[in-house]
């Protein structure tokens, strides 16, 4: 009997799980620990999402067995989702697909579109999902960059070139977690026209489409014409909407990948549960208020966070989107590395950030704020990190420069 597992044998300890294991023994000694380390929202749905939940679970009829591939309501929903945000036109029945969270049905696809000797093109740093998803998969990564620069490009002309075999799926993550870069239209353009030349398929993650700041909506890949064709999407409602725990997400896009990932999926699951579904529609199709809130509390955050920080004598730069800071350590303390950094904030400061090294080699020297706590928490935080700092040796840095403009 092997002892060794071969997906595991892939899967090497969750570097993140490290640092959350030392803030919760921390917080089971009572000691107030700032958590800035998991994106996990901390404001609730809109009530009346909560109120269609509890109207749809009080029928009898409604515990059953659900549809794999999401309730038509919400399918129909995400697509006039689409049709209203970016402009894009999607058939519900052969295009939309319902996933329990992104995370969820990223795996799944990848299980479906891949296996042993494939080789994906995926960014690093990024979030696991994007490149573990293939490797229990079975497939090989070959990482590029997350900056959409030149060398972005001239990465994945040499991919191409160099690899054997060929690459066949290029992940892209924009607005970016954990690095919070984002793209424009023109972008995905170039890249579209990049996929179709190299027979790639194109898997864009737009978990953070409505956390974009200073009045610079993110674009969609689908909005490019003919992206159909090489292209599917990844969206969820975890942010957009606060319901994180309520695993909603889809993907939309290309007819021979969703099919791909709807037949997958009707062997893994039954769906999420129809009244968690129900909601979600109410969520989609109802009063967006809660969009514009969330979008501006975030901001507001992320302005409180690059001031007070800045204060303490850690300069950050200001996210343009997501609900993350990217932030380069404090170039006195580089030498000792992304994960011993967070591990002695959460030591002396009482703080928790999550090391750059858990997403990627290229990762490291930086670490990824949460904007998850209110502004009083996160001034909190700043002057517990500024005495580390002090005590480091760091001092503190003058005020930083407005950052409204995010530049």
């Known amino acids: 009997m092997s002892e ?30 700032i958590d800035l380390g998991m994106g996990n929202p901390d404001l609730p749905p809109p009530p009346h999402v909560i109120e269609k939940l509890c109207e749809v679970a009080r029928n009898p009829n409604a515990h059953g067995y659900s549809q794999s591939k999401g309730i038509p309501g919400l399918r129909k929903a995400q ?10 036109d999607l058939d519900p029945e052969s295009e939309v697909v319902v996933t329990m969270g992104s995370k969820e049905g990223l795996s799944s696809l990848a299980t479906a579109i891949t296996g042993p000797g494939d080789v994906i093109l995926a960014p690093n740093p ?50 970016s977690n954990p690095t919070a870069e984002v793209v424009d239209l023109a972008f995905y353009e170039r890249l579209v026209a990049w996929a179709k030349e190299n027979k790639v398929w194109v898997i864009s993650d737009l978990a953070y489409s409505e956390l974009y700041y200073d009045g610079n909506p993110t674009p969609s890949i689908l909005q ?73 509390l975030y901001q507001k955050r992320r302005d409180v966070l690059v001031e007070s920080f800045g204060r303490a004598g850690w300069d950050i730069p200001p996210s343009k989107a ?14 000792m590395g992304s994960l011993e950094f967070s591990k002695q904030l959460i030591q002396h400061a009482g703080v928790a950030v999550a090391a750059g090294v858990g997403y990627g080699e290229e990762g490291e020297g930086f670490v990824r704020i949460a904007m998850v706590e209110n502004e009083q928490r996160i001034r909190q935080a700043a002057r517990n990190v500024k005495r580390y700092l002090q005590s480091m040796g760091v001092n503190s840095a003058a005020v930083p420069a407005a950052v409204g403009d995010g530049k």
């Open 126 to 175: 990024s979030y696991p999902i994007h490149t573990f998803g293939f490797i229990i998969a079975g497939a090989t990564i070959r990482a590029v960059p997350t900056t959409p620069d030149e060398n972005y490009w001239a990465s994945l002309d040499r991919a191409m070139a160099f690899t054997v075999p060929r690459p066949s799926v290029l992940i892209v993550n924009y607005p």
């Open 4 to 33: 060794e597992f071969y997906r595991i044998k892939r899967l090497p300890p969750y570097v993140i799980a490290e640092v959350n294991a030392m803030r919760a023994a921390a917080r089971a000694r009572g000691e107030d620990i």
């Open 224 to 296: 490019v014409k003919g992206a159909k064709d090489v292209a599917v999407e990844f969206t969820s409602m975890s942010k957009t909407y606060s319901m994180a725990g309520w695993r909603m997400g889809f993907a939309v896009g290309n007819k021979q990948l969703i099919a791909a990932l709807t037949r997958v999926k009707s062997y893994l699951d039954y769906g999420a549960f129809t009244p968690v579904q129900a909601a979600a529609v109410a969520a989609i199709n109802g009063p967006q208020d809660i969009v514009e809130a969330n979008r501006n």
């Open 79 to 88: 697509a006039g989702y689409y049709a209203r945000r970016f402009g894009v």
């Open 322 to 335: 997501s609900m993350f800071c990217w932030a380069p350590l404090p170039p006195a303390l580089k030498h």
